[in-house]
């Protein structure tokens, strides 16, 4: 039975505003802060706001949990925010874990205090779903917010 839903945030919950931006957002971030003067973060980047909706609602059902790569969900203009959905947000560069490690999974399973297989990730990149699903985790492979709103949906419901 599914008890935490963990999310990666860089293309699935947060985008680049650009649609043709192919790349990290950790590492457009850095870029756009170092040499746009007065950068602002919404003019770059934008949360899925329904997707979130949807997860706030979900949290007395859930333990609702953030796996991110890097730092850019500690940008101020988004991390009160993600701060109302999940908790805890947890950062692979802080914990030692590259996201492509299914011990990264279990790590956090632990931290949770769950079991892996108790954890519904999604995320984006093919290889950091193979990592979760090695580690014994159920996984859905982000495309759109549609498709995972149909996801979750069947997660609730019986049988």
Same mark, same amino acid.
């Given at each position: ?63 609702? $949990? ?68 090695? $580690? ?24």
């Amino acid at each position: 039975m599914i008890k935490v839903l963990l999310f990666d945030l860089s293309n699935t919950i947060l985008f680049a505003k650009d649609k043709n931006y192919v790349g990290g957002l950790n590492a457009l971030h850095n870029q756009l802060q170092a040499t746009v003067p007065n950068f602002a973060f919404p003019d770059y980047f934008e949360l899925d706001m329904n997707l979130l909706s949807m997860l706030q609602s979900l949290q007395t059902s859930y333990v609702m $949990a953030l796996f991110t790569s890097e730092t850019i969900q500690n940008s101020p203009a988004i991390k009160p925010t993600l701060e109302k959905v999940f908790n805890p947000i947890i950062s692979a560069q802080t914990v030692g874990f590259h996201k492509t490690n299914p011990e990264a999974y279990k790590y956090i399973a632990n931290i949770l205090k769950h079991q892996p297989e108790e954890i519904f990730f999604v995320d984006d990149n093919q290889k950091n779903i193979q990592a979760a699903t090695q $580690a014994g985790c159920k996984v859905h492979h982000y495309a759109n917010t549609d498709s995972l709103h149909e996801v979750m949906q069947k997660l609730q419901s019986p049988g």
